[in-house]
């Protein structure tokens, strides 16, 4: 199937949405808070009520693969139909699966999320450079091939990051900075926004600068979790990304999902997230 690059069928997702990702992680906690029943049948529900209240209004919604696996079969296939829900609203899918292994395993793993006709492939996957970036060959092939985007972890939004990615190469440089160039090499032709973007979390206060990493120069789309119950809003926001705003798809999954079951109510506050996302960013 011939589509677009994601680079550019984000930017214009998010020139006509906003640049919000709603994020759907079925928590044990969030399914009781529903009154669901913390089984495949639950998420399945949950996940399509989400897709219902957001499809079509928002940027990209992104599934948290963990969630689904953790029921088995049955929760994979429930991801299944929330990507199938994606597609049929015209929302980009980013499945948060962060894969990373072997370049071997790596083709598997992109057969799977990336490849035209499999249940899984969504718009993007998240992957992880930590078993060196040239181990993901096989998933950038297949994702500029299939005109499919990557976001490649680089600083994410949790405490523990720093002790790998700010640490330093040989050459003085940090691992973080280093996974940038990697990314800002693959998006070198690309004309607007390049298909391989980075999460760098909304959290992270001025830890770009600190570890060297040039956003801006990436000229890829970049994955801002963090936002709502990780505490980042909009000044986080605009002290994390600076001059490379225009480039930020901001991710809420907890402070958008709280508001459910009440499909109205997740509506208005994925929304009202957006019009916030947006103040700051576009
Ligand atoms: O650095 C990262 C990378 C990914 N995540 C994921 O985003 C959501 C955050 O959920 P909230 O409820 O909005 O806190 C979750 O799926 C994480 O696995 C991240 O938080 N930080």
């Given at each position: 199937m011939t589509r677009a690059p994601f680079g550019a069928r984000l930017a214009a997702a998010m020139d006509d949405h906003g640049p919000l990702c709603v994020g759907i992680d079925p928590h044990a906690s969030l399914l009781e808070a529903w009154g669901l029943t913390d089984d495949a049948a639950?998420?399945?529900?949950?996940?399509?009520?989400?897709?219902?209240?957001?499809?079509?209004?928002?940027?990209?919604?992104?599934?948290?693969?963990?969630?689904?696996?953790?029921?088995?079969?049955?929760?994979?296939?429930?991801?299944?139909?929330?990507?199938?829900?994606?597609?049929?609203?015209?929302?980009?899918?980013?499945?948060?699966?962060?894969?990373?292994?072997?370049?071997?395993?790596?083709?598997?793993?992109?057969?799977?999320?990336?490849?035209?006709?499999?249940?899984?492939?969504?718009?993007?996957?998240?992957?992880?450079?930590?078993?060196?970036?040239?181990?993901?060959?096989?998933?950038?092939?297949?994702?500029?091939?299939?005109?499919?985007?990557?976001?490649?972890?680089?600083?994410?939004?949790?405490?523990?990051?720093?002790?790998?990615?700010?640490?330093?190469?040989?050459?003085?440089?940090?691992?973080?900075?280093?996974?940038?160039?990697?990314?800002?090499?693959?998006?070198?032709?690309?004309?607007?926004?390049?298909?391989?973007?980075?999460?760098?979390?909304a959290t992270i206060g001025d830890a770009a600068v600190r570890a060297g990493v040039e956003l801006a120069a990436v000229r890829g789309p970049l994955l801002a979790p963090g936002v709502g119950a990780q505490g980042a809003g909009a000044a986080e926001l605009a002290e994390v990304f600076g001059g490379a705003r225009r480039q930020v798809l901001a991710s809420s999954s907890r402070g958008v999902l709280r508001t459910g079951p009440d499909v109205a109510a997740l509506r208005a506050a994925a929304l009202r997230a957006s019009g916030e996302a947006s103040a700051v960013l576009r």
């Open positions: 639950g998420v399945r529900s949950f996940a399509l009520r989400v897709m219902e209240a957001v499809g079509g209004r928002v940027a990209a919604v992104k599934p948290q693969a963990a969630f689904f696996e953790r029921h088995g079969a049955a929760g994979v296939a429930a991801l299944e139909e929330v990507v199938a829900a994606g597609r049929e609203s015209g929302t980009l899918v980013v499945v948060d699966a962060k894969r990373g292994d072997i370049g071997s395993t790596m083709g598997a793993y992109a057969d799977a999320f990336l490849r035209d006709g499999s249940p899984l492939a969504g718009d993007a996957l998240t992957v992880s450079p930590y078993l060196g970036f040239g181990s993901l060959d096989p998933a950038v092939e297949l994702a500029r091939e299939t005109g499919r985007g990557l976001f490649v972890l680089c600083l994410t939004s949790n405490a523990e990051g720093h002790e790998v990615q700010h640490a330093r190469t040989a050459d003085g440089v940090s691992v973080a900075a280093a996974v940038a160039a990697r990314a800002a090499e693959l998006n070198a032709g690309a004309d607007e926004l390049g298909s391989v973007g980075l999460v760098v979390g």
